[in-house]
């Protein structure tokens, strides 16, 4: 359990997080510009939901650096899935280009996420943004680090000073579960709201100051693994929606500095969707 890992074992596991998301944001520069649309960049069927070369080269390298340091943990990676899962109370949750549609576009907003859930809880992770050549780390207990320098999340008391930031799901366009009356909503209440592209960022921007609070839905373990260890080891607060304790199977989470997390969950709750933004037909 993540109680019983020492400091230094802790330590290692974050040193050998950090050599994965450095490999894998070294093929994310590789190819960073250079990528062929018509052979180089595919959908993975939903509109806006893509997979470039630089994706799939990115997770061989941080599976390379995995597979040879800890060879009996599990992983779970948004290309390949999962392998290794019975039997391991270690699951490395990876996400080796997060930002794709930022990618492709040439918007360099990206990153590669490591996170580490033992029994199920985020523990430890890395991200690195190689664009702006910034190294997000924490892991329970020893702290949060940008660029090996502490960070905190800002301090920031409430919802009408904070600057926020959301993401949309892939499956906006067919269901009526968004959050597109949240972005409206809390545009008004506070001092902005940012769509940026790439979960894991957003997270890391919240432990580091930059933003005081976060939500979004439909998300993978692969896309918060790591980003949540971040924010909890710089002093904020993640929950679900209702601040109930965080599941991170559902998807659906509540960051912030931990200031303002009573009053914006009452926002979310209070909200209600929009009813014209039915399921639409690609």
Known sequence: MAANLSPDRLQTLLEIATEAASAGGAVLKKYWGKLDPGKQIESKGRLGDLVTVADKEAEVAVLDVLRRHVPDHAILAEESGASGIDGSDFLWAIDPLDGTTNYAHQYPFSATSVGLLVDGVPT??????????????????????????????????????????????????????????????????????RR???????????????????????????????????VEEAGGLVTSYDKSPLDVKTGRLLVTNGK???????????????????????
């Not at 592209?197 to 692969?222: F, I, K, N, Q, T």
Request: with cysteine; net charge negative; charged share 20%.
């Open 124 to 193: 430890l992770g890395a991200i690195y943004d190689p664009f702006h050549d910034e190294l997000f780390r924490a892991a329970k207990g020893l702290g949060a680090t940008r660029n090996r320098q502490s960070m905190q999340v800002s301090g920031c008391d409430r919802l009408a000073d904070s600057l926020l930031v959301t993401g949309f799901a892939y499956d906006r366009r067919e269901v009526l579960d968004t959050n597109y009356a949240e972005f409206c909503h809390l545009t008004h209440c506070t001092q902005g709201v």
């Open 260 to 282: 303002i997390h009573n009053e914006l969950s009452e926002k979310l709750l209070s909200i209600e969707p929009l009813p014209q933004f039915a399921p639409i037909q690609s």
């Open 196 to 230: 940026a592209g790439a979960a894991s960022l957003d997270l890391a921007y919240v432990a580091c100051g930059r933003l005081d609070g976060y939500w979004e839905r439909g998300l993978s373990p692969w896309d918060i693994a790591a980003g949540i260890v971040l």
